[in-house]
């Protein structure tokens, strides 16, 4: 619109400053014309009259001077006649110029005695008149008297304004029709090979064009359509080797890393790039109170930890909410940005959630409904239909969000979560050719705990519009398959672990998901022995032992267990106050839900007790550090950490203890984790507790701190080298390979 406005309005600035100055020439010249006119005229009358006024002024004749007058007042328009005496005393006069008698007249006596006739404009009442004045001689040149005419000169500025109306209905339909010619002008020589080119391009990036050429065009626009073509050129060179190396450096039978990521999805999706969508994006931007300017952070969460390597190493496009109270300020026109944002290896296209759909999908069907319902916490998932509409809602909101990315051939689309169980099937209905896999990163339920959702059937049946759903463990996709089974009209093939409904069907398989273990690869951003000092330095820390906890503040992660069993741990072993010293990083989640905003003070306080129930001079057992952690920030703390406590009630993987176990690279440290963890099944090398049993898990504290050095070596050695081994570039490799397999099925 600026673009259009910027070429027309010069355009229109110049026309109509042309009419302005031609309209006022022409008004001029009209009036001059007119003014001329009407002096003639005049003046012609007023000589026509002479004779009789002559005759008149000789006879002295004042019934011939009154019908001279009155047959002025008859003609149209104001007109009118004076007869003078010689001593310019007024004889007859035109009745609607009888205000004349009264009037001070001092060049009468001037025309008397110069004998010349006096043509000029007065003002007569709210008129402008012109009047022209004679005087009578006689045969001896004597004067006799005079005869004056007298004519309004309205009608000319009538005539005037007819004209200005006139000049100014042209002007504006001659405007109206330049604009229109420069506007078709302007379409047809820029806009529509824009547009073209533009659509070309677009066609290009889905993949959906073979055609080498946009379009043929000369001059500098064909110049700008040859540059376009080269780059493409250059992308489909690039695309087919990247492909061609791809297959050859898979074939080599070595560790999973981002390049052999980036090979096999190049190597089996080719161009079409993966489209990931969850509810929390990679990065938000926020506005920091303290800073006073906008930050970027990376939000504490499993999902983000596990899916941005992924992206990192292949690029596409994640969708995901944009929840940080600056995000829309660093969006483009498309609501889409590169990230990281330092360097751009993915789009994250945000999308938008008013209060109300927040409250209601996120804060209430997605966690206080299916959260709870999936995890074997005993707490009460709670049910409300106004929830569940905003659920099916968002979920429509972002299937249409994901539709308008797609490229026209076979995309893969990958979901994440509870959060989106409608998703599946939205996509699938509208194009069922897009590859569509759901990753569940929470327990799955027995059907008898899954029974209790009031909208069982149409989450059953949201979820099955995927080709392949994943969870963490064996035992998670059982529970589906029963869950299936029992609920739903379907059958559920047990051999291929596929559940078919509708002819349609969906396999079930496990994918223990895992974290990018770079992060002991030496490419620190800072020294880890100094931040391990500067840490010890901050808090104090001699040689005590260390335990480090690092957790979203949510009660499935068991924070209130692992408090107590400290207690009971220093109650039953008293030898080690002042010697053991826990640290808890804890960042507030979900706290607009009453059961977080609840944890979070039961939390605070039972720390408080406990610190104050065994403080001894300048120590205390726990240090609380409550708020959001970088990714940079937790890893001296995973290294300070001689014992890491994962205390879940009941998690579907948890991180945080691969997380603890890539970090300790020099083969210390020892892993107490819940037996309720997905994790549990892989790093069976840890040490295995019963959260819920405060007694064991007092001791099993005591254990961590007793095993001895080789032992924990060992144990150590072995989980490193699942996590090396199980990384989460294998566990997106087994996906895309679980995917393109099912592909040929
Ligand atoms: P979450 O329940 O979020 O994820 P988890 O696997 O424990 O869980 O990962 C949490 C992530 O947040 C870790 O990367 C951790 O480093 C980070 N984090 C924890 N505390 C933090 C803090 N104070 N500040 C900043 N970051 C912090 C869900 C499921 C899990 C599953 C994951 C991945 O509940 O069972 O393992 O998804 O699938």
């Given at each position: 619109m600026?673009?259009?406005?910027l070429?027309i309005?010069?355009?229109?600035?110049?026309?109509a400053?042309?009419?302005?100055?031609?309209?006022?020439m022409?008004?001029?010249f009209?009036?001059?014309?007119l003014?001329d006119?009407?002096?003639?005229?005049a003046?012609?009358?007023?000589?026509?009259?002479?004779l009789?006024a002559?005759?008149i002024?000789?006879?002295?004749?004042?019934k011939?001077?009154?019908?001279l007058?009155d047959?002025?007042?008859k003609?149209?328009r104001?007109q009118?006649?004076v007869i003078?005496?010689k001593?310019g005393?007024?004889l007859?006069?035109?009745e609607?110029?009888s205000?004349f008698?009264q009037?001070?007249r001092?060049y009468l006596?001037?025309?008397?005695?110069?004998k010349?006739?006096?043509?000029?404009l007065?003002k007569f009442k709210?008129?402008?008149?012109y009047s022209?004045i004679?005087?009578?001689?006689?045969d001896d040149?004597?004067?006799?008297g005079?005869?004056?005419?007298?004519?309004?000169?309205?009608?000319?500025?009538?005539?005037?304004?007819?004209?200005?109306?006139k000049?100014?209905?042209t002007?504006?339909?001659?405007i109206l029709?330049?604009?229109?010619?420069?506007?078709?002008?302007?379409r047809?020589?820029f806009?529509i090979?824009?547009?073209?080119?533009?659509?070309?391009f677009t066609h290009?990036?889905?993949g959906?064009?073979d055609k080498?050429r946009p379009?043929?065009e000369k001059?500098e626009f064909?110049?700008l359509?040859?540059?376009?073509e080269q780059?493409?050129l250059?992308i489909?060179?690039a695309?087919?080797?990247?492909?061609d190396?791809?297959?050859v450096r898979?074939?080599?039978n070595e560790?999973w890393?981002?390049a052999?990521l980036k090979?096999?999805i190049?190597?089996?999706?080719g161009?079409?790039?993966?489209?990931?969508?969850s509810?929390?994006?990679?990065?938000?931007?926020?506005?920091?109170?303290?800073l006073g300017?906008e930050i970027?952070?990376r939000p504490?969460?499993?999902?983000?930890t596990?899916?941005h390597?992924?992206?990192?190493?292949?690029g596409?496009?994640w969708?995901?909410?944009?929840?940080?109270n600056s995000d829309?300020k660093?969006?483009?026109?498309?609501?889409k940005?590169?990230?990281?944002?330092?360097?751009?290896r993915?789009i994250?296209?945000?999308v938008?959630?008013?209060?109300?759909?927040?409250?209601?999908y996120?804060?209430g069907?997605?966690?206080?409904g299916?959260w709870?319902?999936?995890h074997?916490?005993?707490?009460?998932?709670?049910?409300?239909?106004?929830d569940w509409?905003m659920y099916?809602?968002?979920?429509?909101?972002f299937?249409?969000?994901?539709l308008n990315e797609l490229p026209a051939?076979?995309p893969?689309?990958?979901?994440?979560?509870y959060?989106?169980?409608?998703?599946p099937?939205m996509?699938k209905?509208?194009?069922?050719?897009?590859?569509?896999?759901?990753?569940w990163h929470i327990?799955?339920?027995?059907p008898?705990?899954f029974?209790?959702?009031?909208?069982?059937?149409e989450?059953?049946?949201?979820m099955?519009?995927?080709?392949?759903?994943?969870?963490?463990?064996?035992?998670?996709?059982?529970?589906f398959?029963?869950?299936?089974?029992?609920l739903?009209?379907?059958r559920v093939?047990t051999?291929?672990?596929?559940?078919v409904r509708?002819?349609k069907e969906t396999f079930i398989r496990?994918?223990?998901i895992?974290i990018n273990?770079?992060?002991n690869d030496g490419?620190?951003k800072?020294d880890?022995i100094?931040?391990?000092?500067?840490?010890?330095?901050?808090f104090?820390l001699?040689?005590?032992i260390i335990?480090?906890g690092v957790?979203?503040?949510?009660?499935?992660?068991g924070?209130?267990e692992?408090?107590?069993?400290?207690?009971?741990?220093?109650?039953?072993y008293?030898?080690?106050k002042?010697k053991f010293?826990?640290i808890?990083?804890?960042?507030?989640?979900?706290t607009?839900?009453?059961r977080?905003?609840?944890?979070?003070?039961?939390?605070d306080?039972?720390?408080?007790?406990i610190?104050?129930?065994h403080i001894?001079?300048?120590?205390?057992?726990?240090?609380?550090?409550?708020?959001?952690f970088?990714?940079d920030?937790?890893?001296?703390y995973y290294?300070?950490?001689?014992?890491?406590?994962v205390?879940?009630?009941?998690?579907?993987?948890?991180l945080?203890?691969?997380?603890?176990?890539?970090?300790k690279?020099?083969?210390?440290?020892?892993l107490?984790?819940?037996q309720?963890?997905?994790?549990?099944?892989?790093?069976?090398?840890a040490?295995l507790?019963n959260?819920y049993?405060?007694?064991?898990f007092a001791?099993?504290?005591?254990?961590?701190?007793?095993?001895p050095k080789e032992?924990?070596k060992r144990?150590?050695e072995?989980?490193?080298?699942?996590i090396?081994?199980n990384n989460?570039y294998?566990?997106a490799a087994?996906i895309i390979?679980?995917?393109v397999?099912?592909?040929?099925i």
């Amino acid at each position: 619109m600026k673009r259009i406005l910027l070429f027309i309005l010069p355009i229109l600035i110049l026309v109509a400053l042309g009419f302005a100055v031609s309209g006022v020439m022409q008004a001029r010249f009209t009036e001059d014309k007119l003014m001329d006119d009407l002096k003639r005229k005049a003046r012609s009358v007023d000589e026509g009259l002479e004779l009789s006024a002559k005759y008149i002024l000789i006879n002295n004749d004042l019934k011939q001077a009154n019908r001279l007058v009155d047959s002025f007042q008859k003609r149209e328009r104001l007109q009118g006649c004076v007869i003078y005496d010689k001593d310019g005393q007024i004889l007859a006069i035109t009745e609607r110029f009888s205000d004349f008698k009264q009037r001070e007249r001092p060049y009468l006596k001037d025309i008397l005695s110069s004998k010349l006739p006096r043509g000029a404009l007065e003002k007569f009442k709210e008129y402008s008149v012109y009047s022209y004045i004679l005087p009578v001689l006689n045969d001896d040149e004597s004067v006799l008297g005079m005869v004056e005419v007298v004519y309004d000169t309205s009608y000319m500025f009538t005539t005037l304004t007819e004209l200005w109306r006139k000049i100014s209905i042209t002007s504006i339909a001659l405007i109206l029709l330049i604009v229109l010619t420069a506007l078709l002008i302007q379409r047809q020589i820029f806009i529509i090979p824009v547009r073209r080119l533009t659509q070309w391009f677009t066609h290009f990036q889905r993949g959906e064009t073979d055609k080498l050429r946009p379009f043929a065009e000369k001059g500098e626009f064909g110049k700008l359509i040859s540059e376009v073509e080269q780059v493409a050129l250059s992308i489909r060179v690039a695309r087919r080797t990247i492909s061609d190396e791809a297959n050859v450096r898979l074939q080599k039978n070595e560790l999973w890393t981002e390049a052999k990521l980036k090979d096999l999805i190049h190597a089996k999706l080719g161009d079409n790039s993966l489209f990931v969508v969850s509810n929390r994006e990679p990065y938000m931007h926020v506005f920091d109170e303290n800073l006073g300017k906008e930050i970027c952070i990376r939000p504490a969460s499993g999902v983000v930890t596990a899916i941005h390597p992924i992206l990192s190493a292949c690029g596409g496009t994640w969708i995901a909410h944009g929840s940080g109270n600056s995000d829309r300020k660093f969006v483009n026109s498309q609501d889409k940005l590169g990230v990281p944002p330092e360097d751009n290896r993915y789009i994250l296209k945000r999308v938008w959630l008013n209060k109300e759909e927040e409250q209601g999908y996120y804060y209430g069907f997605s966690n206080e409904g299916l959260w709870p319902l999936c995890h074997n916490t005993h707490t009460r998932p709670i049910f409300k239909e106004s929830d569940w509409r905003m659920y099916k809602e968002v979920n429509q909101k972002f299937a249409d969000s994901i539709l308008n990315e797609l490229p026209a051939s076979s995309p893969f689309v990958f979901v994440q979560d509870y959060h989106f169980t409608l998703l599946p099937k939205m996509i699938k209905d509208k194009r069922p050719d897009a590859k569509v896999a759901l990753f569940w990163h929470i327990p799955w339920p027995t059907p008898e705990a899954f029974m209790i959702c009031p909208y069982q059937n149409e989450i059953l049946e949201g979820m099955l519009g995927c080709d392949l759903i994943g969870f963490h463990v064996q035992n998670h996709c059982n529970n589906f398959l029963d869950t299936a089974n029992r609920l739903l009209e379907s059958r559920v093939d047990t051999e291929k672990f596929s559940v078919v409904r509708s002819g349609k069907e969906t396999f079930i398989r496990a994918f223990p998901i895992s974290i990018n273990p770079r992060i002991n690869d030496g490419l620190f951003k800072v020294d880890p022995i100094r931040q391990v000092e500067k840490l010890k330095k901050e808090f104090e820390l001699k040689d005590e032992i260390i335990a480090v906890g690092v957790d979203r503040i949510d009660y499935t992660k068991g924070i209130v267990e692992r408090i107590l069993a400290i207690d009971r741990f220093l109650d039953k072993y008293p030898e080690y106050k002042k010697k053991f010293v826990f640290i808890q990083l804890a960042a507030p989640s979900r706290t607009h839900i009453k059961r977080y905003h609840d944890l979070i003070g039961e939390i605070d306080e039972l720390v408080e007790k406990i610190n104050w129930k065994h403080i001894d001079g300048n120590w205390k057992p726990i240090i609380y550090l409550k708020k959001h952690f970088s990714q940079d920030d937790i890893q001296p703390y995973y290294r300070l950490g001689d014992i890491c406590i994962v205390s879940s009630l009941h998690d579907g993987m948890n991180l945080v203890a691969k997380e603890y176990v890539a970090e300790k690279d020099d083969l210390s440290g020892a892993l107490i984790l819940s037996q309720f963890t997905g994790a549990a099944r892989e790093l069976t090398d840890a040490i295995l507790v019963n959260p819920y049993s405060i007694e064991e898990f007092a001791d099993s504290i005591k254990l961590a701190i007793q095993m001895p050095k080789e032992e924990k070596k060992r144990r150590m050695e072995n989980m490193r080298s699942v996590i090396a081994e199980n990384n989460i570039y294998r566990w997106a490799a087994n996906i895309i390979n679980e995917m393109v397999a099912l592909k040929k099925i």
